[in-house]
């Protein structure tokens, strides 16, 4: 079995202040996991992906992610929001033949 | 443009009709998924390629649905009997893998909108 669950469908944070949107996945392999990112009528980005390599990954836009198997979390954070980070990402897990996003979270950055 | 590219960007339909979508992928890229994403929702996946081998189908991908990759290269998702629960975007994504796990970075086109009526 494989899923994913972003915790939020929403966040909302101040222009300059840290970022963190939460995911935890669970897989029957020893997964990949991907953040995405969708901007307003554009298609889907890849921000940063863990394929069982580094557990601190970075990424475009000082984007980053931990992945921490013991609590099955794949958490995004940055350390200060753009306004250009308004958007909506998505956390995606990847298994044996079987890709499952998750439902989404709006990131709304606040001038 | 070397991106992934997919036609029509926006189609209008009939409920009962059948429709017809293309994509070509990322020109060296051997792997192409069919994903489908519907308003607030994340994309759901529909169904992946092998260069020509269809070698996974979502549950999702009812009896209406078929997608084709002849030649390893563009794919074509067509829906039959158009209903209009099948409204929303087709996403397609290429990526380039080698046998096994795990796969490399999936780089998407920018979806046909499909309404039905």
């Known amino acids: 079995a494989q899923s994913v669950t972003q915790l939020d469908s929403h966040v909302s944070v101040s222009e300059g202040t840290p970022v963190l949107l939460r995911c935890n996945y669970s897989?029957?392999?020893?997964?990949?996991l991907f953040w995405y990112v969708q901007h307003p009528n554009k298609g889907l980005q890849l921000l940063l992906k863990?394929?069982?390599?580094?557990?601190l990954v970075k990424g475009i836009n000082g984007f980053e992610a931990e992945f921490k198997k013991g609590e099955t979390s794949f958490h995004l954070t940055k350390p200060s929001a753009h306004m250009s980070d308004a958007a909506e990402y998505f956390c995606v897990v990847k298994g044996y033949q079987k890709v499952t996003f998750g439902t989404g979270t709006k990131l709304q950055v606040i001038p | 443009d070397t991106g992934v590219s997919q036609d029509p960007r926006h189609k209008i339909t009939k409920r009962g009709q059948n429709v017809t979508f293309r994509c070509d992928p990322i020109?060296?890229?051997?792997?192409l998924y069919w994903y489908r994403q519907t308003l607030g929702q994340g994309p759901e996946f529909l169904t992946y390629?092998?260069?020509?081998?269809?070698?996974?189908k979502s549950r999702l991908l009812s009896d209406r649905f078929s997608a084709e990759r002849p030649k390893g290269s563009f794919s074509t998702l067509e829906i039959q009997r158009t209903e209009q629960g099948d409204s929303a975007m087709y996403l397609c994504?290429?990526?380039?893998?080698?046998?096994?796990?795990?796969?490399?970075?999936?780089?998407f086109g920018p979806g046909t909108r499909l309404t039905v009526l």
């Open positions: 994504a290429s990526s380039l893998g080698t046998s096994g796990f795990p796969d490399n970075e999936q780089f």
């Open positions: 863990y394929t069982s390599a580094a557990t």
């Open positions: 390629f092998q260069n020509e081998a269809q070698l996974e």
């Open positions: 897989s029957s392999y020893s997964p990949s």
């Open positions: 020109s060296e890229h051997n792997r």
